[in-house]
T-cell receptor, first 114, second 110 residues
């Protein structure tokens, strides 16, 4: 139990639709990172937010966007869904930006795009 | 881009056997982490290694960080069915995000 929750657990969308995934970080954790994990792969870094500002971004197109709120919740939004967006989406919270800070992962949201 | 290669990709063994999984890179990492992920769950941190040559033990699990900080290994002694899961190594490439390998899927049969 990491104290990080995600919703919904599962989601099915069709190509071209938009989706919003939610994450609730541990209280006091100012950093949230989002990862995409395709089947049979390790997680890939999408972006990171620190105190409600984007702090870094991986190799993902602009249709992947995010928000972080003062109450330690955050969102991942994906527009114009493509079949390849089908994956497990993980959020991870950590106290700050120190290198090597432990990241606490949520259970993920399984997104299926048909 | 700093890549982490894990081997083997899949390992199926009997309870009581020993095993080693490897995590290799051509790049230097300031630290490496090992996670275990079970189906339907997010990765859970097992250990962080920081110093080249470092060895850490967690019950039956032994983690080693290479002298050059480019590779790491995880050795499990007397594996048990509860060890079944996806083992991921992840590197911190100098800032606070993580680069993951593809993982080693371990299946331990009774």
């Amino acid at each position: 139990e990491t104290g990080v929750t995600q919703s919904p657990t599962h989601l099915i969308k069709t190509r071209g639709q938009q989706v919003t995934l939610r994450c609730s970080s541990q209280s006091g954790h100012n950093t949230v990172s989002w990862y995409q994990q395709a089947l049979g792969q390790g997680p890939q870094f999408i972006f990171q937010y620190y105190r409600e500002e984007e702090n870094g971004r991986g190799n993902f197109p602009p249709r992947f966007s995010g928000l972080q709120f003062p109450n330690y919740s955050s969102e991942l939004n994906v527009n114009a869904l493509e079949l390849d967006d089908s994956a497990l989406y993980l959020c991870a919270s950590s106290p700050g930006l120190r290198e090597g800070d432990t990241q606490y992962f949520g259970p993920g949201t399984r997104l299926t795009v048909l | 881009t700093q890549l982490l290669e894990q081997s083997p990709q899949f390992l199926s063994i009997q309870e009581g056997e020993n095993l080693t999984v490897y995590c290799n890179s051509s790049s230097v990492f300031s630290s490496l982490q090992w996670y275990r992920q079970e189906p339907g769950e997010g990765p859970v941190l097992l250990v962080t290694v920081v110093t080249g040559g470092e060895v850490k033990k967690l019950k039956r699990l032994t983690f080693q960080f290479g002298d050059a900080r480019k590779d790491s290994s995880l050795h499990i002694t007397a594996a048990q069915p509860g060890d079944t899961g996806l083992y991921l190594c992840a590197g911190a490439p100098g800032y606070s995000t993580l680069t993951f390998g593809k993982g080693t899927m371990l299946l331990v049969s009774p």
